[in-house]
């Protein structure tokens, strides 16, 4: 196991120095945790719920208040993890024109948002 926390499980928010495997995404992180729970999920799903989101599901005020600091914090993730594929695309080489157009914004715009 990793001794410095690089990022969390984007389900959990386990950072990586606790569990066995982290595995990357796009912006996203799971841990293998929550892979086992998801195979568990999905083998017991109905076959008429093709998507299983908890907000879709009748959840008391308590449980989504408990949700929201969890998925800002994946969110500020997901920012930050946005942040480092620009910089690995500038230290390929890659121009602000090109990050933007990535990205569906403007040279300018990408250029302010992360240089
Ligand atoms: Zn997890």
Do not use: Y
């Not at 120095?17 to 990357?24: A, R």
């Not at 076959?47 to 914090?73: F, G, K, T």
């Amino acid at each position: 196991m990793s001794t410095a926390v690089i990022a969390r499980c984007s389900f959990c928010a386990k950072p990586n120095t606790d569990v066995e495997v982290l595995v990357g995404g796009p912006g996203v992180f799971i841990c293998d945790g929550c892979v086992r729970l998801c195979v568990t999920v999905i083998e017991g799903k109905p076959a008429d719920a093709p998507m299983i989101a908890p907000w879709e599901h009748d959840i008391p005020l308590e449980q989504v208040l408990q949700n929201l600091a969890p998925v800002s914090a994946a969110s500020s993730q997901v920012q930050e993890n946005l942040a480092a594929w620009v910089g690995k695309a500038r230290a390929l080489g890659g121009t602000w024109s090109q990050i933007g157009e990535a990205l569906g914004m403007t040279r300018q715009s990408a250029w302010e948002r992360f240089a």
